[in-house]
C-alpha cells in the first residue's frame, strides 16, 4: 500500500486549495482513506474520513469548509479545502486503514505530508 499527498501551498485567508492523495495497492472498498494534520508543537489530528462504506467524517473545526471526495478511476482522494483560516496552517497526511475514523492511532498505511500555510 502506498499514499502520496499533493496540492499544498501558500493561501490567503478566505482562500481555496485542494489537496490529493494518490493510492496504489489498495482498493476502495477495503480501505478507508483519512486526512490529517499536524500543526508546528501540536500532535497529530484527524481531519476527515471517507470510509470504505462510503461514508464520511469531519472534524468539527472543519465541518462546511472541507469536502471529502473520490475518484475511483484515478485512485484519487481529495481534499477540497474552502474557507481557509490561519489556524488550518499544517502539514497534511493522508492515510489508509481497513476500519477508518477519525483517529491517527488506527490508521497503519501513512504517506508523506504536503505543507498547507495559510496567511492572515
Known amino acids: 500500500v502506498q499514499l502520496q499527498a499533493s496540492g499544498g501551498g501558500l493561501v490567503q485567508s478566505g482562500g481555496s486549495l485542494r489537496l490529493s492523495c494518490a493510492t496504489s495497492?489498495?482498493?476502495?472498498?477495503?480501505?478507508?482513506i483519512g486526512w490529517f494534520r499536524q500543526a508546528p508543537g501540536k500532535e497529530r489530528e484527524g481531519v476527515s474520513c471517507?470510509?470504505?462504506?462510503?461514508?464520511?467524517f469531519y472534524a468539527d473545526s472543519v465541518k462546511g469548509r472541507f469536502t471529502i471526495t473520490s475518484d475511483n478511476a484515478k485512485n484519487t482522494v481529495y481534499l477540497q479545502m474552502n474557507s481557509l483560516k490561519p489556524e488550518d496552517t499544517a502539514v497534511y497526511y493522508c492515510?489508509?486503514?481497513?476500519?477508518?475514523?477519525?483517529?491517527?492511532?488506527?490508521?497503519?498505511?501513512w504517506g508523506q505530508g504536503t505543507l498547507v500555510t495559510v496567511s492572515s
Open positions: 495497492g489498495l482498493s476502495s472498498d477495503e480501505y478507508s
Open positions: 471517507l470510509n470504505r462504506n462510503g461514508s464520511t
Open positions: 492515510a489508509a486503514d481497513v476500519l477508518g475514523g477519525l483517529a491517527p492511532f488506527w490508521y497503519d498505511h
